[in-house]
């Protein structure tokens, strides 16, 4: 079945701590995202990459990193510089278009202690 | 700038009524509209597209969107809700252009009463 994983599903950081989300999709897909969801916020883009070994950040970069070495794999970590990392994250990847549909990975829910 | 705004971050309906949630955005070229859902502790999935073909557009489980340009909406109904039906909406917009992202609306959650 051709989808997107995204491991852990439940994450517990201490403070000071960096913490690495995967997210991988076997759809063939060019680009791939990740998102930030806050109760009432809805989504907001942390980065993109529209091809491997390239990526962009979006809304609320700070104290985020990602790398972009396959087209399978985009990964993403939480630094210690980030002030409020307690959420839920969402992978989600596209054909490449803007106007393409985004397919969802099932999320990962950060918890710092 | 696209934005996207929902009226109603949080909507009930009872089991088999008319299920209306609303979605207006403003884009300064013509947009490519979206809808997903999203039920509790997972991801989105797409319910339906709009690219222009037609403004009614049809998606999964019974649910229908209208685009309206004089209206700048693009309004979800369904006629008669299922309990199976609670979950978060979310409105999208985006264009075709290469350095614009999608842009995501704030989400509606829906009940259904039984």
């Known amino acids: 079945d051709g989808g997107i994983t995204q491991s852990p599903k439940y994450l517990f950081r201490k403070e000071g701590q960096n913490v690495t989300l995967s997210c991988e999709q076997n759809?063939?897909?060019?680009?791939m995202y990740w998102y930030r969801q806050d109760p009432g916020q809805g989504l907001r883009l942390i980065y993109y990459?529209?091809?491997?070994?390239?990526?962009q950040k979006g809304d609320i970069a700070e104290g985020y990193s990602v790398s972009r070495e396959k087209k399978e794999s985009f990964p993403l970590t939480v630094t210690s510089a980030q002030k409020n990392p307690t959420a839920f994250y969402l992978c989600?990847?596209?054909?490449?278009?803007?106007?393409?549909?985004?397919?969802f990975g099932p999320g990962t829910r950060l918890t710092v202690l | 700038a696209q934005s996207v705004t929902q009226l109603g971050s949080h909507v009930s309906v009872s089991e088999g009524a008319l299920v209306l949630l609303r979605c207006n955005y403003s884009?300064?070229?013509?947009?490519?509209l979206f809808w997903y859902v999203q039920y509790p502790n997972q991801g989105l999935q797409l319910l339906l597209k709009?690219?222009?073909?037609?403004?009614l557009v049809k998606g999964i489980n019974g649910f229908e969107a209208e685009f309206k340009k004089s209206e700048t909406s693009f309004h979800l109904t369904k006629p008669s809700a299922h309990m199976s039906d609670a979950a978060e909406y979310f409105c999208?917009?985006?264009?075709?252009?290469?350095?614009?992202?999608?842009?995501f609306g704030p989400g509606t959650s829906l009940s259904v009463i039984p």
């Open positions: 989600a990847s596209s054909l490449g278009s803007n106007t393409d549909t985004q397919y």
């Open positions: 759809l063939n897909h060019d680009a």
């Open positions: 990459s529209q091809i491997v070994n390239d990526f």
């Open positions: 884009s300064s070229v013509p947009p490519y």
């Open positions: 709009y690219t222009s073909a037609a403004t």
């Open positions: 999208a917009v985006s264009k075709e252009t290469s350095y614009d992202k999608v842009i």
